[in-house]
């Protein structure tokens, strides 16, 4: 009867060193059959521009996970919208979103302005407005005979509907409004006609101070001068409560204060909005609004009730994000749509569409750092940055090969299977969850170089330690292993630790420093087990280094090996044994 044959004192190093080369070969083959070649960059080295928001909210309950992921899926959308591909959303920590915009096709900069805009849309009533601060030169002009200006100026475009689609046209900010009336006359006149007359400044100001302001908000509204830029407040306040608003005329470069009262309808019940040119009117770039039921209904009601009120009180204010964006007059009831109007650019039309289809943020985000890379700078940082490991490991090599020498050729052994597994690795994640490696992620693989080379050296130092204590070459690669195993785990548990610390607790790029970190350390400990270990283990059989050539790096009388001590050699074994 055979016997089985009984284990070898020093394992099946074959196996594992195979098992290692097979998963290095598979990854490489995954990534070239993917096509994924190459890790995804980041904005600091592709070019770009990286902007951090953080969440801020009176309420610290409603900064919270369901919010944040609202406000990434929001943000995620208006980014598309522009143009823009490839561009990253995610959360960090708790109350931090960072937006990656590539220097890619696309209105980037449009983005950029408008990306943390909260986007809440309310249609208020106005109850008074006024200029403030200085009012515009307004040349005075002598009227025809029998012209006289009209008492009281349009504050905006008309909002009677046109049959059957019911929409609203809205002026922006009294822009095109503070015009006299030219069929306003008293007596026809026989001369020829003459441009009306312009009002005076006192004029102006009674015209548009007409209404009542509740005595709670009247010394508010009377000390507001929105010409003054720290009085330019964002006045959103209970949508069911009485607010001030600015609004400024960037034509006749006058700002306006309004006295405005509870939210009439919301941003949220639009359906769509749509930014179009206006080829039948000329009024030029507008936003068209289509209104949900409730929406519709709740615009029909605030409406039908404004047709019936005196100017201005017969105007109701679309406030975006605080400010008064327009004014118009309402002359009967309106549902189903609403066009805004007001000498819009085509960027400004499209982004107040974008903003108002997607929806109002959950949060109020501030813009905490923006950092914008030039596709140039990014290129000069990448090849800093590899040059920069190409040193590291050069220098790793030089000394392995000058201090170690037969043994130097083991670690560049296992910093290639590193190197190759990492790039593999960053490739296929750049791919599959978005991994983007960026300049501190870099800076983490040129550390993992020396922290994959000092698990090396405290690999040899142990065996070298065996052989100056007269330890053959195959007792003392076992011997040492159980001790510089436990070293070496450590070190690597320490590294991995902080690594995973200052991943949880950091936001940004020194993320990406901590992921790589991590992720090669973790490298560090499967090369060593399954790479270096057998590698060595299968060398020691070799006549090479067995027999201690001068130029393996474990010649005994280099080292200053000394006869072995009976009880020595005892105790070694049977701390290894214990071990």
Same mark, same amino acid.
């Given at each position: ?65 369901? &919010? ?7 943000? @995620? ?5 522009? $143009? ?15 937006? &990656? ?7 980037? !900069? ?22 403030? #601060?200085?009012?515009? &030169? ?32 809205? #002026? ?58 720290? /009085? ?9 409560? &009485?607010? +001030? ?36 009117? $000329? ?21 039908? /009730? ?25 002359? @009967? ?42 596709? /140039? ?28 020498? #037969?043994? $130097? ?32 992620? +870099? ?34 690669? @076992? ?67 067995? !027999? ?32």
């Amino acid at each position: 009867m055979a016997t089985p044959k009984s284990r070898p004192r020093d394992g099946y190093p074959g196996r594992a060193l195979a098992f290692i080369l097979v998963i290095t070969v598979g990854l490489v083959a995954l990534m070239f059959g993917t096509g994924h070649t190459t890790p995804r960059l980041g904005i600091d080295l592709a070019g770009g521009t990286s902007i951090t928001l953080t969440a801020k909210s009176d309420n610290p309950a409603a900064i919270n996970k369901t &919010n944040m992921d609202t406000a990434v899926n929001i943000l @995620q959308k208006r980014v598309n919208a522009f $143009g823009v591909s490839e561009a990253e959303v995610q959360t960090q920590g708790s109350n931090t979103i960072i937006v &990656n915009i590539p220097n890619k096709d696309g209105d980037n !900069e449009q983005a950029i302005k408008d990306i943390g805009q909260t986007a809440k849309l309310y249609f208020r009533p106005v109850l008074a407005l006024a200029p403030t #601060g200085a009012l515009p &030169n307004v040349p005075a002009a002598t009227p025809s005979a029998g012209a006289s200006p009209s008492a009281s100026p349009s504050t905006g475009a008309s909002a009677a509907p046109p049959a059957p689609s019911a929409s609203a046209t809205a #002026g922006r900010a009294v822009t095109d409004g503070l015009k006299a009336d030219p069929t306003a006359s008293a007596t026809p006149s026989t001369a020829p006609s003459a441009a009306p007359s312009a009002p005076s400044a006192a004029e102006l100001s009674a015209a548009l101070t007409q209404g009542t302001v509740p005595p709670e908000l009247q010394q508010q509204y009377t000390a507001l001068d929105c010409s003054v830029q720290g /009085q330019r407040l964002d006045y959103q306040t209970d949508p069911t409560k &009485n607010t +001030v608003a600015c609004s400024f005329d960037a034509e006749k470069g006058v700002w306006y204060k309004f006295a405005l009262g509870p939210v009439a309808g919301e941003g949220k019940n639009i359906d769509k909005a749509m930014a179009s040119f206006d080829t039948q009117q $000329g009024a030029g770039w507008q936003v068209q609004l289509q209104f949900n039921d409730a929406g519709s209904k709740a615009f029909a009601a605030s409406t039908g /009730q404004l047709a019936t009120q005196p100017s201005p009180t017969n105007q109701f204010a679309i406030v975006l994000d605080g400010k008064v964006v327009s004014h118009p007059s309402v002359s @009967q009831s309106i549902s189903g749509s609403a066009v805004i109007t007001g000498s819009f650019t085509q960027t400004e039309a499209k982004a107040l569409a974008n903003v108002l289809s997607f929806g109002a943020l959950p949060l109020t985000f501030e813009m905490s750092d923006v950092t914008t890379v030039s596709p /140039q700078l990014g290129g000069d940082q990448l090849k800093a940055g590899l040059v920069a490991g190409g040193i590291g490991m050069i220098l790793v090599v030089l000394y392995s090969l000058v201090y170690y020498r #037969g043994l $130097g050729l083991v670690s560049i052994a296992g910093l290639v299977v590193s190197a190759a597994l990492t790039y593999a690795i960053m490739s296929l994640l750049g791919a599959g969850i978005g991994f983007a490696l960026n300049l501190p992620a +870099v800076c983490g693989a040129i550390v993992a170089i020396g922290i994959t080379a000092d698990s090396f050296i405290v690999y040899f130092e142990r065996i070298r330690d065996e052989v100056r204590d007269g330890a053959p070459l195959r007792p003392a690669v @076992q011997r040492a292993w159980p001790r510089a195993r436990r070293t070496i785990l450590v070190s690597d548990f320490v590294s991995f630790l902080c690594a995973a610390v200052l991943y949880l607790v950091s936001v940004g790029k020194v993320q990406g420093f901590a992921f790589t970190l991590g992720l090669t350390t973790a490298l560090d400990v499967v090369v060593i087990f399954f790479f270096t270990k057998p590698l060595i283990t299968l060398l020691a059989r070799t006549k090479f280094f067995a !027999e201690g050539n001068k130029w393996s790096g474990l010649d005994p009388k280099r080292l200053g090996a000394r006869p072995p001590v009976r009880g020595r050699r005892r105790t070694s074994a049977t701390a290894a044994k214990e071990v």
